[in-house]
Structure formats: C-alpha cells, structure tokens
C-alpha cells in the first residue's frame, strides 16, 4: 500500500454508508482520484467538514488496481468563502467541476493544472459577481482547452489566417481547432457565433478589465458558455451534457431583474465594480 500526502481539491462528496462519504478529488501530485473517506460525518464539532469545493491537505492510502482508496487525515487549507456565500459563483465552480470531472482521467498528475483551478476558485471567491458571472467560466473552459493541447486561437482565422475582425466576429469551430472568418465559411452556423465584442472579450487578459460597459443579451452569454463547454467537449470526446450547465441557465434567466438590467447581462464583461 502506498501512502501519499498530497493537496487536494474536492470536486465532489457524497454520503457512503453509516458515516462515511465517496470523495472526488483533484490531487496536486496525482491527478484524478476517488477515496472514501471514513467517519467523516461522525467528526467531532469544530473539525473541518468535507465540502465540495474545499482545497485541503489529506493523506492517500493506495492499493494498485484499485479505484476507490482511503482518505484520511483531511486538514481544511482553503474554503473559497467567496464562492460558498452565493448560488451564481457556486454555479460557475460547479460547472468548471463537471468539466472536469468528465474530461479527466485518473492518475495522470497535473500539477499545473491543479495551480489553475486554485487560481480559477481563488479568483471567483474574490471577484465581484458582476465582474466574474459568467465570464470567469468562459476564461475557464478557454484556458482549460489551452493547458490540455487544444487551445483555440481567437486572433486569426485557422483558414485563411488573416486576422479575426473585432466588428464581424468569427464562428468558433470545434474540428479546425479555432475560429474561421465569414470569408471561410460557405454557410454560417449561428450557434458557432462570436460576436465582435465577444471576441474582444475573449481575447483580454484575465487579470485586466474587459472592454467597458459590454452587453450582451442574456441568450447570446448562455449560447456562448455552451459554445466554450461543447468545444472542451468535443475534443476530449465527451458527449456535450452538462448538467450544470442547465442550472446556470436558470440562474441567468432568473436573476435578469436584479443586478442585470433589461435581460441584458450589464457590465457583466469588464466592469471593476457592482
Ligand atoms: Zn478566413
């Protein structure tokens, strides 16, 4: 049996038996992996729970061949308060979770990827929600797409090469691996649409503001997140379902009355402040 301490991430928990839960975790030094945490619903008051979207330092006792290992001596690194606080930054981890719940495979370490998450789950915990919902989950599946080899690029078109024009846009098209330019395209697949501010978008660093006072209505933000979700899909050979996705959905219908204005996600794209 080996015995590993590692970082983890918890992608999921649920109850398994009396008092114990089936963990999901993304590990620092070993990628994707699945233990069972025991009596972790018996700890004594004032020990950290076990909660999907924790980041904590455990112990892993493996046996080769086996799927499911022991989980144990959990120590509570990090909550991601921010995100534990409200449905819409919930929703945006989860989404990113799912992805990668069934992108990756197990035991393939992937420590940078394992930094990225972290940075992507500190970053939303830290963000205003009108600066990170749902952009940040955009920059996830782009940056995501990038790290594991298939990064699109959203500067040129992939068939002729000239330079993606910010008032036209392009179509994002999964199997040439990038965006072609209209020029390209004999007929224009409106669900593969990136709208010139879209594009702008995309195309601005994560730790900067955005192009200013960008709206997009809300049909095209869910489009788009499905467009970046079913590009990931496509090249790790998944099919395009995901459930939070569906949840997401709701949450921006849902929540056009509040803090966005007329079905339009206001300032969603770029602004600093609520
Ligand atoms: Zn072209």
Redesign the pocket.
Known sequence: MAVRKTDALILKVLPYRESSCLVYLFTKQHGLVNGIAKGVKRKKSGSPPVERGMRAELIVYSKPQRELHTIAGIQTLDMYEGIRAGLEKSALRDAAFEMVLKTMKHSEPHADLFDFFDRFLSGISGTPLCSCFPRALWRFYIDYARILGFGANFFN?A??G?PLDTIAGGYLIHEKGGC??E??LPQKPAASYLPGAVLEHIRSQPDRAGPASVSFPVNTVQRITRLLASYCAYHCDIRPDFNSLDFLDDLLKGQCSSFYREGMIHQAFGAREC
């Open positions: 078109c068939g002729c000239k072609l330019c020029q390209c």
